[in-house]
């Protein structure tokens, strides 16, 4: 399979983040996919163009671009790479947010979103999923020193940090407030809601003016590994017990013969150990928690 290591990708323009020079991406170590083209395969295997992926750009071990050097890494950019050798293309990456994601498939601005897009009834009625290649739990990042939250619970009388657009705000808006609308009289009164989880870090440890940052258990634990942030926070380690985010490939509404395909792909590497080195090349002394057979994921 093609190497990717130092290739020169252009990354876009979003809301969030403007890379408007050409990206440097180290693809993750593969083998090539046994996975044979058939005549069923459907337009984003046949197109004669490169393939636009959606990733998110500040969520360090998930998807991630260092601003110095803008190199794309994360577990999320090792599964695009694969997907795309698939589909015999190379990936021009696409910085989205959370909640930008579904607008970007039915506009045809990506062909994929790999953006540790969780798979939910509500984002189905609009786009269609492939996998899942992941699944994470939410949990809370707190201050080190913070000695008032030991339970999610103790979130109801504190401000928590959210991505506009991302499941896990409605999930505390409808533990504390009774309504999945986020603006509800508990949400507009604790709920600090910022376009991505990196300016929750910055609320929380720089401004202080929030007490905690709910998300995706994989997303906080990146942050908490983050050099800046060593010692200066902590992972509650404490997940939503009746919930669990599955990481799905986003693709426009239709394109069942692409999902097939893509499915195939990630059912393979889950099967001969790829997955399981890309879990821990990215998520390092926390993979383990993500490996457990009850949250090894079942595509398709």
């Known amino acids: 399979m093609t190497n990717h290591h130092g290739r020169r990708l252009l990354a876009g323009v979003t809301t969030a983040l403007v890379l408007t ?3 440097a991406c180290a ?3 593969q083998d090539t996919p046994s996975v044979k083209p058939t005549a069923t395969h459907g ?3 046949a197109m004669k163009r490169a ?27 090792d599964i695009a790479h694969i997907i795309a050798d698939a589909l015999r293309d190379r990936p021009v990456f ?9 607008q970007m498939l039915e506009t045809g601005a990506v062909d994929l979103v790999i953006a540790s897009y969780s798979i939910s009834e509500e984002r189905l009625k609009r786009v269609d999923f492939a996998g899942p290649y992941f699944i994470a739990g939410q ?21 928590t940090c ?9 999930r505390l808006a409808v533990r504390f407030g009774g309504s999945e609308n986020v603006d509800n009289a508990w949400g507009r009164k604790h709920l600090k809601l910022v376009p991505g989880y990196s300016d929750c870090l910055r609320l929380l440890v720089v401004d202080e003016s929030v007490d905690a940052v709910s998300t995706d258990d994989s997303v906080l634990a990146g942050f908490a590994n983050q050099p800046q942030y060593k010692g200066r926070v902590r992972l509650l380690g404490k997940r939503f017990t009746s919930h669990r985010e599955k990481y799905g490939i986003g693709i426009a509404k239709g394109n069942r013969a692409d999902v097939a395909l893509i499915n195939a792909v990630l059912i393979q590497i889950i099967k001969d150990g790829r997955w399981e080195r ?22 398709g």
């Open 94 to 102: 696409q910085p989205v947010v959370s909640g930008n994601r579904e």
């Open 51 to 77: 393939l636009r992926i959606g990733v998110k750009t500040d969520q360090p071990g998930i998807g991630y671009a260092d601003p110095t050097v803008t190199i794309f890494s994360g577990l999320d950019i």
């Open 139 to 159: 949990d809370t990042l707190i201050r080190a020193g913070d000695k008032t939250i030991t339970d999610v619970d103790d979130l109801k009388d504190k401000i």
């Open 43 to 45: 337009p984003l295997f």
């Open 278 to 299: 890309i879990v821990r090349k990215n998520l390092g002394a926390e993979a383990p928690k993500f490996l457990k057979p009850e949250d090894r994921p079942t595509p």
């Open 27 to 29: 693809a993750p170590e």
């Open 162 to 170: 959210g991505a506009k657009g991302s499941n896990s705000p409605t």
């Open 21 to 23: 020079t050409m990206a």
